[in-house]
């Protein structure tokens, strides 16, 4: 008996995303966003009074954070630990690789956003760190697209059930 539910399409017939340019480009921006989140992550972590970062807590007024633990905890366990964790999905090329890592660009820049909103300063990080999340995100696609377009077809194929 297979366990394979006859409404839903085979993962076989779904194509894994190759590892061309656009997906190399991708796992390259999650491996430099992964180093750079655990390390600020780690930073925040340690001392949650920011000053390791030489950050002073009251650019938290307004934030729903009254210090910096719980924003390295986020920075370092989303963006840093699963940064490498989808780009290692991306080696393996793991169909859900290509996605996650669009979501994990579009994270990285909303983040970026809200923070300058918080603490309204600007320092040569905050571009960058954007810009990578925009090239995470834009790489992601051509990486993926195939294999969406293909589950894309697979759907359409599949009768609905009711």
């Known amino acids: 008996m297979s366990s394979h539910d006859?409404?839903?399409?085979?993962?076989?017939?779904?194509?894994?995303?190759?590892?061309?340019?656009?997906?190399?480009?991708?796992?390259?921006?999650?491996?430099?966003?992964?180093?750079?989140?655990?390390?600020?992550?780690?930073?925040?972590?340690?001392?949650?009074?920011?000053?390791?970062?030489q950050l002073d807590p009251t650019i938290l007024a307004g934030s729903p954070f009254r210090d910096f633990l719980l924003p390295g905890l986020i920075l370092g366990g989303l963006f840093g630990i699963g940064s490498f964790v989808v780009a290692v999905a991306g080696f393996r090329q793991a169909r859900l690789a290509p996605f996650c890592a669009f979501a994990i660009g579009c994270a990285q820049m909303i983040w970026i956003v809200v923070e300058l909103a918080v603490i309204r300063e600007l320092s040569?990080?905050?571009?960058?760190?954007?810009?990578l999340g925009l090239v995470i995100a834009v790489a992601s696609v051509p990486w993926g697209w195939p294999t969406f377009r293909a589950w894309l077809a697979t759907r359409r194929l599949t009768p609905a059930t009711h």
Do not use: K, N, Y
């Not at 997906?23 to 600020?40: E, T, Y």
């Not at 040569?124 to 810009?131: G, N, S, Y």
């Open 6 to 53: 006859p409404g839903m399409p085979a993962q076989s017939t779904i194509p894994r995303p190759e590892l061309h340019a656009a997906g190399l480009v991708a796992i390259a921006g999650l491996m430099l966003l992964g180093i750079g989140a655990i390390a600020g992550g780690a930073a925040l972590v340690a001392a949650p009074d920011g000053s390791v970062m």
């Open 124 to 131: 040569f990080l905050h571009p960058t760190m954007f810009v």
